[in-house]
């Protein structure tokens, strides 16, 4: 998760600024990112590109209260930020041996019909912005009484070791702890496979911020990118 996030000579900055690391290996749609972690380092991560036009450098620093009317006066607008959220080093080994409880288990193709009974059912904003999908890397959901009430999937984060997870729960179906049963034992075969699940959603989603810490998961940090045009 840290390679991922941190490029391999970040040096340390001091509280307020956010750091400039600049990448050419940027794909367009993240041509701008903005990185605060948690109890750590800011980052501004960008093309050379996108960098001469802010006339900015690998390695500058820039106050957090600058960035914003920074990138506004280049025209540049960020998306609303995500929360990232990942599991504990220390509690991988038990997620990864835990069983699943009774009712939640991988989905497969055979569970066709009860996954389109399912999003039949669920806000159409929920599959937006959750992204669940049946035919993902992996799938799982929680069944009550033969009804697939909760359902979760991942799929590998722009070709790392990193499985982006999304989770929706039926309203009808919610605060009885589907959606984090399902969302453990995903993260458990994750595990398994070599991955490190990683849990995102928007800001202002409380209920979905707090299932991610009542799945076990912490607050990395919050994670915007540039708008696209």
Known sequence: MTQYWFPTDLVPGTAGNVQVVIDPSLAEDRAVTVLHVAEGPSLLTLTPGRARHLGLSSGQAVRVEDLAPRLAAAGIRLNGPDCLFYLPATDHEAVRLEPSPGGTRQLTPDDHEAFARFTGQAPAEDLDEAFVELDHWLAFGTFRGGLLVAAASMYPWRETRLADLGVITLPA????????????????????????PQYRCQRDNAASAALAESAGFVRFGEWEVVEKD
């Open 173 to 196: 179906e919610r605060g009885h702890g589907y959606a984090r049963r399902t969302v453990r034992a995903i993260s458990s075969m994750a595990l398994q496979l070599g991955y490190e």
